[in-house]
């Protein structure tokens, strides 16, 4: 305890320490009241312990760390979720940003969001955990969106639309009717969510077909694996020797159509995003040497999309796309393919992460050709399917960014 030296005046007093014992030996000589030392020393036993746990406080605060490990890949369509651990005291908050399609839960860090369509391949974004003692902690996490699995579509000799859902390692799933009256349609594509209406399904998104009048039909996907009433979307593509979507092709964050005229002129048609048209674009000429035209996706790896062409003699070509509407130069990536009577793009059918190639030759079987991660395609060609000569068209759906249609 602490007793007080002093007097009356203003003169400041000096503290001493002394034993208890002592204390109250030297009060009673004093006149000073025992309870009054008492209180002196509970006052002195209340400072030590406030200075104590003081002390304590200070030893338990600590500065937030980031313990996780490198967050897994994603894949469009499906839910992705990750959960970001950190040590501190007290308890921190969980933060991010940088991506429009992940959230975090504050209080568990909890990363999760869906990938849709319009998602790049190579994703970044930042967490930040903090619970008020400095410094806060930070990192940045890269990851891999990888294209989903299409469901395949075939519209047989009765005008009955099939899908074939492809089980995501290279076979399928249960196959169902979807539809009937679609042989009164010249050409059949999946540009994915076209209309941006909320309404993403991979295994049924939008679908666009033009009739024999050149009209060209919008199919809303419902999200739930049908159709909403079909909407005009446009005329006069009766003069279109091919028609497909290749994803996002300008860069704008919508869904676009490429389109060859009978003179071999190749145009773009801009999705707006809500269903409609921007104004079209000139990207190519000399186009009618090719005798079939699809859309991989991103082909190269580089996370814009691309288109495949097979010119006269059988040899596939890969033009690159620039991302902004424009094109890389092409490369020679198959010879041969002139004895197949249908060709189309299934996104990632053996489910490896790289963008497959589905084809028909003339005695009906479906043979997959696996994309490469080097550009180009990797291993011997796989044979998935028997029959299909039986179907007048064959196209995939186009939710991952991958569309396509084939002719009939």
């Known amino acids: 305890m602490k007793i007080f030296k002093g007097h009356s005046g203003p003169t400041p007093l000096t503290e001493h ?7 109250f030996a030297i009060a009673v000589c004093m006149g000073i009241g025992i309870s009054a030392v008492a209180a002196l020393d509970d006052q002195s036993r209340a ?6 746990l003081g002390r304590a406080t200070a030893i338990s605060e600590a500065a937030p760390i980031i313990t996780s490990e490198s967050p897994p890949g994603a894949t469009i369509g499906e839910p992705y979720s990750f959960t970001i651990t950190a040590t501190g005291s007290p308890m921190p908050s969980f933060a991010l940003s940088g991506s429009s399609w992940l959230s975090i839960d504050a209080a568990t860090g909890v990363v999760s969001g869906t990938a849709s369509d319009r998602v790049d391949k190579f994703v970044s974004f930042t967490i930040v955990v903090s619970n008020g003692v400095a410094p806060a902690s930070s990192i940045t996490y890269s990851i891999v969106v990888l294209p989903a699995t299409h469901n395949v579509f075939a519209r047989d000799l009765d005008g009955i639309l099939w899908s074939y859902p492809a089980d995501g390692s290279g076979g399928w799933a249960d196959w169902s009717p979807v539809g009937s009256g679609w042989n009164s349609m010249t050409a059949v594509l999946n540009p994915g969510n076209f209309d941006e ?22 199919y809303p996907g419902d999200g739930l694996g049908g159709w909403l009433p079909r909407i005009s979307v446009g005329s006069g593509w009766n003069v279109m020797t091919e028609i497909l979507s290749p994803g996002d092709f300008d860069g704008d964050g919508h869904s676009d159509v490429l389109a060859r005229d009978g003179t071999g002129l190749f145009w773009l048609y801009p999705g707006d995003g809500s269903g409609g048209w921007l104004a079209t674009e000139l990207v190519g000429s000399g186009w009618n040497s090719m005798t079939a035209i699809l859309s991989p996706g991103d082909f190269t790896g580089d996370g814009r ?6 010119d006269a003699i059988g040899l596939m070509w ?6 902004f509407g424009g094109w890389g130069k092409r490369i020679e990536v198959g010879s041969g393919w002139n004895s197949m009577t249908a060709i189309l793009s299934s996104g990632d059918f053996d489910g490896d992460g790289n963008s497959d190639v589905l084809a028909r030759d003339g005695e009906g079987a479906l043979w997959m050709y696996s994309g490469s991660p080097n550009i180009g395609f990797s291993g011997d060609r796989v044979e998935v399917g ?5 179907m007048t068209a064959i196209f995939a759906d186009g939710a991952s960014g991958y569309h396509n249609r ?3």
């Open 17 to 23: 320490f002394i034993s208890r014992s002592l204390a």
């Open 47 to 52: 400072s030590a312990s406030a200075s104590a």
């Open 197 to 218: 209406d909320g309404h993403f399904d991979v295994g049924h998104s939008d679908v666009l077909a033009r009739d024999v009048t050149g009209l060209l039909w919008m």
């Open 305 to 310: 999309p691309d288109v495949l062409a097979r």
């Open 318 to 323: 890969l033009y690159p796309g620039s991302g």
């Open 386 to 390: 028997s029959g299909w000569n039986g």
């Open 406 to 408: 084939k002719w009939f």
